[in-house]
């Protein structure tokens, strides 16, 4: 099962992971699962709890590609999913634990943390006013994955103390990991270019706007490109804003 928050992210402390990263201190629960049988498995990337398994059989005929090059501005509008959360892109793949519908605490947690990590934030959250979450994941045609995850709370200082961890945590990770930001959404993120046990590796970069944090991970073989992270968690900022 596939690592969401690999870094410490909106974390309670900072721990090492099974791959390396020397601040990862939350890995998902739940991840990419099992999708239909007849189709081919894919690589997979992040710390892992279990063998990465094959993506839907059925690829999303249509949606926007969500590109380094691709249009912010085109987004006003398309955040239709939970929360106001992106459309998959065209020719995706859907992780099956795709809820499409609004989730509540314990599930949230459980989809983005490992058991041991969720007593811990689950209180963290409380405190910090959660309202609702979402999340999406899916397969890209090449074989890389990409995740958001949105979190929403009754108040900006909320989303505020929940982003300020983040940074924090990134900031605490060793090289060869790569602290990045983006003055476009005023975003923070770290490119781990250690390969995990599934042979990826992987960009992860958040933003908050007023009470919400949006979170974005992509896991590829490639080397770490934050190009496309960046304007993936750029569209899904700009589809909120018009959503407000």
Excluded at 37 to 55: E, I, L, M, R, V
Excluded at 143 to 151: D, E, H, K, L
Excluded at 221 to 227: E, G, I, Q, V
Aim: glycine share 10%; hydrophobic share 40%.
């Amino acid at each position: 099962m596939r690592t969401v928050i690999v870094h410490g992210a909106w974390l309670v402390a900072v721990a090492a992971s099974v791959a390396g990263c020397s601040s990862a201190a939350a890995t998902s629960a739940s991840g990419s699962p099992t999708a239909s049988s007849s189709a081919t498995a894919q690589p997979s990337g992040a710390n892992t709890a279990a063998s990465n398994p094959s993506p839907a059989a059925t690829a999303i005929a249509s949606g926007p590609q969500y590109t380094a090059t691709a249009s912010a501005s085109a987004a006003s509008g398309v955040g239709t999913g939970p929360l106001g959360l992106l459309p998959l892109p065209s020719g995706a793949n859907a992780w099956t634990t795709n809820t499409n519908a609004p989730m509540g605490l314990d599930a949230f947690i459980n989809q983005l943390y490992a058991p041991n990590s969720q007593a811990g934030e689950q209180s963290l959250y409380t405190k910090r006013g959660f309202v609702s979450g979402a999340f999406e994941g899916w397969y890209n045609p090449d074989g890389s994955q990409q995740t958001i995850a949105i979190a929403r709370f009754a108040s900006a200082s909320g989303a505020t103390d929940a982003f300020s961890d983040l940074g924090a945590s990134f900031q605490q990770d060793p090289a060869p990991d790569k602290e990045f930001t983006d003055s476009a959404d005023g975003a923070v993120g770290l490119a781990d270019p250690t390969v995990d046990s599934e042979g990826d590796t992987d960009t992860d970069i958040a933003a908050r706007i007023g009470d919400y944090l949006v979170d974005v991970q992509e896991f590829s073989a490639a080397t770490p490109d934050p190009s496309a992270a960046k304007a993936l968690l750029l569209e899904q900022v700009e589809a909120l804003k018009g959503d407000s």
